[in-house]
């Protein structure tokens, strides 16, 4: 019973570099999302999907870009990574809009250098 | 004012003891309302979505009162397990669709 996963765990990344989080889901969710958690702040939302081909702009998306090409994938890309990206870096989807919970997947921790 | 509010704690009880923490939201038109936990360097998991007549599981008891904007979280008997935070969550419609508001969370430790 996977939910959401995501890959990778952890990861350091130098200034400049760019790499892709992967987060997917089993549970044949339309909406998906990315959020940020930094310390002493709540979760911050980046960019979030409303089905398979679509995605909108969340409150801090400035720095990555996102694709939904099929429905149980949700990639978030960081162009070229800097310092003030390190963050823990969540995905979750949801069955509707905002009537069901989310259900988060267990993170990426990403460090940049 | 933030669109949620919850006082960070955090929290310090002893086993067995009864607690309680309030959330308020400053949208009026809030759809839907839930209570995560989320352990250290964890995920968030549901705890429970938070009905208007309010709703209890097991030692956990939630209430919605939409005329004051808050809700609330009780837990009853605490264990050493329950020391985590808890996020209160709302979600609002947008235009084409809802977003999810989280809290800053609020702590609570657990004492032997």
């Known amino acids: 019973n996977a939910g959401v996963t995501q890959t990778p765990k952890f990861r350091v990344l130098k200034t400049g570099q760019s790499m892709t989080l992967l987060c997917a889901q089993d549970?044949?969710?339309?909406?998906m999302y990315w959020y940020r958690q930094d310390p002493g702040m709540g979760l911050r939302l980046i960019h979030y999907s409303v089905g398979e081909g679509t995605t909108a702009k969340g409150e801090v998306p400035d720095g990555y870009n996102v694709s939904r090409l099929k429905k149980q994938n949700f990639l978030l890309g960081l162009e070229s990574a800097a310092p003030s990206q390190t963050s823990v870096y969540f995905c979750?989807?949801?069955?509707?809009?905002?009537?069901?919970?989310?259900?988060f997947g267990d993170g990426t921790r990403l460090s940049i250098l | 004012r933030k669109e949620v509010e919850q006082d960070p704690g955090p929290f310090n009880v002893p086993e067995g003891a009864t607690v309680a923490f309030n959330c308020t939201y400053s949208n009026s038109a809030s759809q839907s309302f839930f209570w995560y936990r989320q352990d250290c360097r964890k995920e968030p998991k549901l705890l429970m979505s938070v009905y208007s007549s309010g709703n209890e599981d097991g030692r956990f008891t939630a209430q919605l009162n939409r005329a004051s904007q808050y809700i609330s979280l009780l837990i009853r008997d605490s264990k050493l397990s329950d020391s985590a935070t808890y996020l209160c969550v709302v979600s609002l419609r947008y235009p084409g669709t809802y977003k999810y508001i989280f809290g800053t969370g609020t702590r609570l430790k657990v004492l032997a």
């Open positions: 979750a989807s949801s069955s509707s809009g905002g009537e069901e919970p989310q259900h």
């Open positions: 549970m044949n969710h339309e909406y």
